[in-house]
């Protein structure tokens, strides 16, 4: 069986206090981190100045996940600062392909994210330049919302190419997932489960990490 990833979002700690919220997760396979700009989702939230300080203030690897128009422009700094896996919105993105260039050759894992109503089929082809793929089971923008079930599909399809070998992505899910939804999205396929209210929401976000991560195990 595949080891499930947690992927904690700081979009749900103090954001007074990153570095010990990070700190607070030491098992975190990646730490999420959600940037928003107001424009492709109506949140704001930060952006590449926190970042590249987060990541001198942690040693957990970087999820950047942006939420952002003209990822084309900025998606490559975020890469540039360190992160282990940069995300662009297939929605924004002008041209796919060349954006996924630009991260790898910074030196990241190259990330696309679709919304919940945006079909997989779309991207399938664009998805072999990149290396995860990141199903969103919720309209991005906030943190707390519930979770999409129908998205599944999704999921389920995506792990289906992988497994026959018609892509090579590692398949992560955001949004709604908590003790109460993890188990259907690990049997669809998920190899990455993003956390934000279910970690940080919780009195001891270590042990609810884990308590997900068994879960998704099962
Ligand atoms: C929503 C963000 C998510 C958010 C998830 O747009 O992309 O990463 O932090 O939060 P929860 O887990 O609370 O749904
Ligand atoms: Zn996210």
Redesign the pocket.
């Known amino acids: 069986a595949r080891a499930p990833m947690i992927a904690p979002?700081i979009?749900?700690a103090d954001f007074a206090r990153l570095a010990e919220e990070a700190a607070a997760v030491p098992g975190a396979d990646w730490l999420?981190v959600?940037v928003m700009d107001g424009h492709f989702?109506p949140n704001l939230t930060l952006g590449l100045p926190v970042v590249e300080a987060l990541e001198r203030a942690t040693a957990i690897p970087l999820d950047c996940?942006l939420?952002i128009n003209d990822p084309d422009r900025w998606a490559p700094g975020y890469a540039e600062a360190g992160s282990r896996n940069v995300t662009v919105h297939a929605e924004a993105a002008h041209d796919p392909r060349k954006v996924s260039r630009d991260i790898r050759a910074a030196g990241a894992l190259a990330g696309l994210s679709i919304k919940p109503g945006t079909p997989l089929e779309d991207w399938i082809e664009v998805l072999r330049d990149y290396d995860t793929l990141l199903v969103m089971s919720?309209e991005?923008?906030?943190?707390?919302?519930k979770f999409m079930p129908e998205v599944l599909d999704k999921v389920r399809t995506a792990r289906r190419l992988v497994d026959t070998g018609h892509l090579n992505v590692l398949v992560e899910i955001?949004?709604?997932?908590s003790r109460d939804t993890v188990e259907q999205a690990a049997e669809a396929g998920v190899d990455c489960f993003?956390?934000?209210?279910?970690v940080y929401g919780a009195d001891d976000p270590e042990q609810a990490l884990e308590a997900l991560r068994g879960q998704a195990a099962r």
């Open positions: 979002s979009l749900s999420h959600d989702v996940h939420m919720v991005p923008g906030f943190g707390g919302q955001d949004g709604g997932i993003v956390a934000g209210s279910a």
